[in-house]
T-cell receptor, first 109, second 112 residues
Framework: GQNIDQPTEMTATEGAIVQINCTYQTSGFNGLFWYQQHAGEAPTFLSYNVLDGLEEKGRFSSFLSRSKGYSYLLLKELQMKDSASYLCAPMDSNYQLIWGAGTKLIIKP | IAGITQAPTSQILAAGRRMTLRCTQDMRHNAMYWYRQDLGLGLRLIHYSNTAGTTGKGEVPDGYSVSRANTDDFPLTLASAVPSQTSVYFC???????????FGNGTRLTVT
């Protein structure tokens, strides 16, 4: 079957660095997306990885290892506005996204 | 501003009633999707459309129907609402297979 595994909740301190891990199993693979979702709002796109390695975009970076079925999202210089849920979503061979329940990130001052 | 518009924003509906959730995009995206999101669960795909005139069933299609008469509009209909359809519904669109999804602001539906 297809499944996603992410921690349910994480807590970090303002200004620090946090890494949110995601392991996945899919039927085929066409890349992996990370989305951010603030409470009561729609998800918004953060990053896309299709090849192994690290993609850096400002304070956010995303890593992919296809052989391990593993990705992580790295958030640096945490700000209070980064408090949100982070959704890992690999894309299967039919170009359908497989969604986990997400990781709720709580930032403390 | 380009994007996806969903209506209504929220709705309380009596069980057994019919309801259509509206979704319109102005980005000329080919693919459109309807998801529901429930607490503690990931987004679940209800129906999708890869291009105008075609639709497909997702993970949880029962009790829902869709149509795609043109590129811009993708309404979701609940023929006879049941309390288990209480959820937040998101419409989304994408340009092509592995493009990011753009989401509407969602419709919060309560079926009593």
């Amino acid at each position: 079957g297809q499944n996603i595994d992410q921690p349910t909740e994480m807590t970090a301190t303002e200004g620090a660095i946090v890494q949110i891990n995601c392991t996945y199993q899919t039927s085929g693979f066409n890349g992996l997306f990370w989305y951010q979702q603030h409470a009561g709002e729609a998800p918004t796109f953060l990053s896309y990885n299709v090849l192994d390695g690290l993609e850096e975009k400002g304070r956010f970076s995303s890593f992919l290892s296809r052989s391990k079925g593993y990705s992580y999202l790295l958030l640096k210089e945490l700000q209070m506005k980064d408090s949100a849920s982070y959704l890992c979503a690999p894309m299967d061979s039919n170009y359908q996204l497989i969604w986990g329940a997400g990781t709720k990130l709580i930032i403390k001052p | 501003i380009a994007g996806i518009t969903q209506a209504p924003t929220s709705q309380i509906l009596a069980a057994g009633r019919r309801m259509t959730l509206r979704c319109t995009q102005d980005m000329r995206h080919n693919a459109m999707y309807w998801y529901r999101q429930d607490l503690g669960l990931g987004l679940r795909l209800i129906h999708y459309s890869n291009t105008a005139g075609t639709t497909g069933k997702g993970e949880v299609p029962d009790g829902y129907s869709v149509s795609r008469a043109n590129t811009d509009d993708f309404p979701l209909t609940l023929a006879s609402a049941v309390p288990s359809q209480t959820s937040v519904y998101f419409c989304a669109s994408s340009d092509r297979g592995n493009s990011p999804l753009h989401f509407g602001n969602g419709t919060r539906l309560t079926v009593t």
